[in-house]
């Protein structure tokens, strides 16, 4: 009988083993995704500077002791995503109780004047943040901002192609339409631009151009330029 009973028993075993894992697994898994235990108690912030970090909590909206592994990290990345300084995010689990947020706001290529305000806005043009005066930056006069107007892409186009003395003295960019794009610079020079094809070269003339007397540089048709 003793040895019928060790055999049975032995046979059982693996069973009575697997039975047990399945429980501590399941007991684990209800601690982990069911408790508080492993709760959000930190949403941490990284990498604001225009922003506090309690408006990037606020955007986030993770709910305090909601379980770690319940957290969906995309959803909450879109919502910081939303805010406009925000360029880039990366949301993380860290064990065993921290939600951490990584971003990288947008960095301001020029200023657009809004009434008694300016809108910053950035090298893709999307207005990010209002400010009392544009320290610093060249003014963009477009009449709508944003990523996809004609005349906000013109303008950056142009920026992105002036060399380092244009762009020393240049205080604004005024553009009426696509092909109306003038550049403002100090001592009340003008650089008439015409459109934004051949922004490298009309760049490179207009730069010829400013050691040369004259408060008006046309390098609209940069090979038949005038000064006057």
Same mark, same amino acid.
């Given at each position: 009988?003793?040895?019928a009973?060790? @055999?049975?028993?032995? /046979?059982?075993m !693996?069973?009575?083993?697997? $039975?047990? &894992?399945? %429980?501590? +697994?399941g007991?684990? #898994?209800?601690?982990?995704y069911?408790?508080?235990?492993?709760?959000?108690?930190?949403?941490?912030?990284?990498g604001?500077?225009?922003?506090?970090?309690?408006?990037? @909590?606020?955007?986030? /909206?993770?709910? !305090?002791?909601?379980?770690? $592994?319940? &957290?969906? %990290?995309? +959803?909450?990345?879109a #919502?910081?995503?939303?805010?406009?300084?925000?360029?880039?995010?990366?949301?993380?689990?860290?064990?065993?109780?921290?939600?951490?947020i990584?971003?990288v706001?947008?960095s301001?290529?020029? /200023?657009?004047?809004?009434?008694?305000?300016?809108?910053?806005?950035?090298?893709?043009?999307?207005p990010?943040?209002?400010?009392?005066?544009?320290?610093?930056?060249?003014?963009?006069?477009?009449?709508?901002?944003?990523?996809?107007?004609?005349?906000?892409?013109?303008?950056?186009?142009?920026?992105? /192609?002036?060399?380092?003395?244009?762009?020393?003295?240049?205080?604004?960019?005024?553009?009426?339409?696509?092909?109306?794009i003038?550049?403002?610079?100090?001592?009340?020079?003008?650089?008439?631009?015409?459109?934004?094809?051949?922004?490298?070269?009309?760049?490179?003339?207009?730069t010829?151009?400013?050691?040369e007397?004259?408060?008006?540089?046309?390098?609209?048709?940069?090979?038949?330029?005038t000064?006057?």
């Amino acid at each position: 009988m003793a040895r019928a009973r060790e @055999r049975r028993l032995r /046979a059982a075993m !693996p069973w009575l083993t697997g $039975a047990g &894992v399945l %429980l501590l +697994a399941g007991g684990l #898994a209800w601690v982990v995704y069911g408790t508080s235990l492993f709760g959000v108690r930190e949403v941490r912030v990284v990498g604001a500077q225009v922003l506090t970090a309690d408006q990037v @909590r606020a955007a986030a /909206a993770v709910e !305090p002791d909601r379980p770690l $592994a319940r &957290v969906d %990290l995309d +959803a909450v990345a879109a #919502a910081v995503r939303g805010l406009p300084p925000v360029d880039r995010v990366l949301v993380t689990r860290s064990w065993p109780s921290t939600v951490e947020i990584q971003l990288v706001e947008r960095s301001p290529l020029a /200023a657009v004047p809004a009434g008694e305000q300016f809108l910053l806005i950035d090298d893709e043009g999307v207005p990010f943040r209002a400010v009392a005066t544009p320290k610093g930056l060249p003014l963009a006069r477009v009449a709508t901002p944003g990523r996809n107007d004609e005349n906000t892409g013109s303008a950056l186009t142009v920026l992105a /192609a002036l060399s380092d003395e244009l762009r020393e003295q240049l205080v604004a960019i005024s553009v009426a339409s696509p092909v109306q794009i003038r550049l403002e610079l100090r001592k009340g020079r003008v650089v008439i631009w015409g459109d934004d094809t051949a922004s490298k070269q009309k760049s490179i003339v207009a730069t010829a151009l400013l050691r040369e007397k004259g408060d008006e540089i046309d390098v609209s048709a940069p090979s038949v330029v005038t000064i006057r």
